[in-house]
């Protein structure tokens, strides 16, 4: 999703605005501008594509402008060329913008009857003339800001800048996050603390309907649109600089997936404790014998974690588990009972549109809300009931890994504190399932070592039209996983199926040419896969079938490829099966030469519905 910058700094600002873009480009996004002031006057200036192009563009001039805004875009209204690009201006100023302006098409209306010619096919455009409309009325900025924000419907941030005004920006907030930053005589605005790391960790968030007037020295923030001030706590920033670095991996999607072991232990550890093979019992947290029912709302990868989750719930809890995508359930307007039921948010970014719409609509009915969350100082952690972290540190590649598998890590120990204190687990049963997660790391080094056999397995994809990927099971969710991952790192259609599904359509689509890539462990639905397998075989499908050492010796069908991982206990495979799909869809886009940490049209944190 497009990313903010704004600073007003002591020193030349260029350089701080590039180092933060390049801090926000794992967001994603496809074109990137600047503005700042030459000489007391605003200059901007934009590229299509990647910042690189904006860095050509800029090492023609030597600007010394100290306050400056910036943006990375992402597409919604216009496409990505450089017309298009943020700032958009005006003679009076230059805003960026991240979000909808959903009612734009009824302001350009009527600013164009008074005369406004607009350059662009963005929404964000009308903010541009409704501001200096007001301000060529004679309003001061502050006013002309009160009179213009409450006129915006939608999710937005906005940073704007002000001809003859060096020492002022004015940001806004109604939706998509800002944060504030505190310098030594210095201050930043940004779409998010990464942004911010390298110049102060002295951070506030601006929360929904504020907005703010910055100069070098103090930020006034006012609430609710409106003129009365309003105090945001600050606080330090955990999100420190260094770790978003690459290291000496050319990716950092790469270097995500090779942290798996690490971080997936952290994020249980935090849930169990592998001295006593207890699960660890959480201050604050859900009774979970007053829980009959769980409704999980998620988007992506989130989702396909929190379609793991249900086996587990259902099977070592005894919970009824609802799951939707979080852009359906937020429309349905789904009955729900205030009594025993949990809502459950699961959410790397903690940003996503759709979930925090989800969350909030829950918390209106007065349903008990917990997340299940990476990013600690995100909205949806600041406003839930209830937080269950993720723990995975900073993830920067915009495909999820670490997070995916840490928020399994972190939803496999909640169905067993669920379990425990629903009385479903026996102490038993609690230690051997502790026990097993802790081998998780051990087993997920185990699988990452399986590399050069996987990267042969991309090989044989490349050419490839379109890949299915077949699982039973908690295998299910990671064939959907597998799939999403190709086709986001990739480019190559690929879809996830449950293996039983098959002969109910996309058997149609087998031939001699088709990959059909089955996740399936020795498990209990093990021999059905190899029924489905067969099926597979029988038209001739090209099949990788991705298992343990007793599934390749139990397998009757003639394969492409097998990889066989570890044997591994049940509740951790869809762990462990994850990092093969993981490196299959990561060699192929490396074979494939595509832009790995960026793919092309996709945003890491997702706030636009
Ligand atoms: C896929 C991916 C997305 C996200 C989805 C939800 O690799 O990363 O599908 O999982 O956009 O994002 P969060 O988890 O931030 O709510």
Request: with cysteine; proline share 4%.
């Amino acid at each position: 999703m497009c990313g903010i910058i704004g600073i007003l700094a002591k020193r030349p600002v260029v350089p701080l605005l590039m180092d933060a873009l390049k801090r926000l480009e794992y967001r994603g996004y496809d074109s990137a501008g600047i503005a700042t002031f030459e000489k007391g006057h605003l200059v901007r200036f934009r590229a299509e594509g990647k910042l690189v192009h904006l860095e050509e563009k800029l090492n023609n001039y030597s600007l010394d402008g100290k306050t400056g805004i910036g943006h990375t875009r992402w597409a919604t209204h216009g496409a990505p060329i450089e017309r298009n690009a943020h700032p958009h201006m005006s003679k009076q100023l230059a805003v960026v913008h991240n979000g909808i302006i959903e009612n734009f098409a009824e302001l350009r209306a009527e600013l164009k009857k008074k005369g406004y010619v607009f350059n662009t096919d963005t929404d964000t455009e009308v903010v541009v003339h409704l501001v200096t409309d007001a301000l060529v009325k004679g309003k001061t900025l502050i006013e002309a800001m009160q009179d213009s924000l409450p006129r915006l419907q939608g999710a937005f941030a906005l940073a704007l800048i002000f001809e003859g005004q060096e020492d002022l920006l004015i940001a806004a907030r109604q939706g998509p996050p800002l944060v504030i930053g505190y310098g030594k005589g210095e201050m930043y605005i940004g779409s998010d603390a990464i942004a911010l790391a390298p110049f102060t960790d002295r951070i506030s968030y601006l929360e929904d309907g504020d907005w703010a007037v910055l100069t070098h020295k103090s930020a006034t923030i006012y609430y609710s649109m409106g003129s009365k001030q309003v105090k945001r706590e600050q606080t330090k920033s955990s999100r420190s600089a260094f770790l978003v670095s690459k290291g000496d991996h050319r990716y950092f999607m790469y270097k995500e997936i090779l942290e798996q072991p690490e971080v997936v232990f952290h994020t249980l550890a935090h849930y169990l404790d592998f001295a006593s093979g207890k699960v660890r019992l959480q201050k604050d947290s859900i009774d979970w014998s007053s829980v009959s029912c769980l409704v999980f709302a998620c988007c992506g990868t989130a989702y396909y974690s929190t379609l793991v989750a249900k086996y587990w719930f259902e099977n070592l809890a005894g919970l009824s588990v609802s799951n939707d995508v979080a852009s359906e359930f937020r429309y349905r307007d789904p009955p729900l009972s205030v009594y025993q039921t949990l809502a459950l948010f699961v959410s790397q970014s903690g940003e996503t549109a759709d979930t925090l719409a989800c969350l909030r609509y829950c918390k209106r009915k007065g349903v008990q809300s917990g997340v299940v969350v990476n990013v600690s100082e995100s909205t949806m952690a600041r406003e839930a009931n209830i937080v269950f972290p993720i723990l995975a540190g900073p993830e920067i590649g915009v495909a999820s890994t670490k997070a995916f598998t840490s928020q399994l890590a972190a939803l496999a120990s909640l169905a067993l504190m669920a379990g425990k204190a629903r009385g479903t687990i026996s102490k038993k049963q609690e230690r051997s399932f502790v026990m097993a997660l802790a081998e998780t790391p051990r087993y997920i080094n185990q699988a990452l070592k399986l590399e050069p056999s996987i990267e042969a397995v991309s090989r044989e994809l490349i050419a490839a039209k379109s890949v299915l990927y077949l699982g039973r099971g908690t295998s299910y969710p990671i064939a959907l996983e597998g799939a999403l991952k190709l086709k986001e790192l990739s480019y190559l259609h690929a879809e996830g199926y449950a293996a039983g599904e098959l002969k109910h359509g996309p058997i149609a689509l087998i031939d001699e040419t088709m990959p059909v890539i089955v996740v399936a462990p020795y498990d209990r639905w093990f021999e059905k896969t190899v029924s489905n397998t067969q099926e597979v075989a029988a038209r001739g499908g090209r099949i990788i079938f991705i298992t343990d050492k007793k599934g390749a010796a139990a397998i009757s069908v003639k394969t492409l490829a097998t990889i066989v991982i570890s044997e591994v206990p049940e509740i951790i495979a869809p762990i462990v099966y994850t990092i093969c799909v993981q490196l299959i869809a990561y060699h192929t886009a490396v074979l494939l030469g595509t832009d790995v940490d960026q793919p092309r049209n996709l945003a890491k944190s997702v706030t636009v519905e």
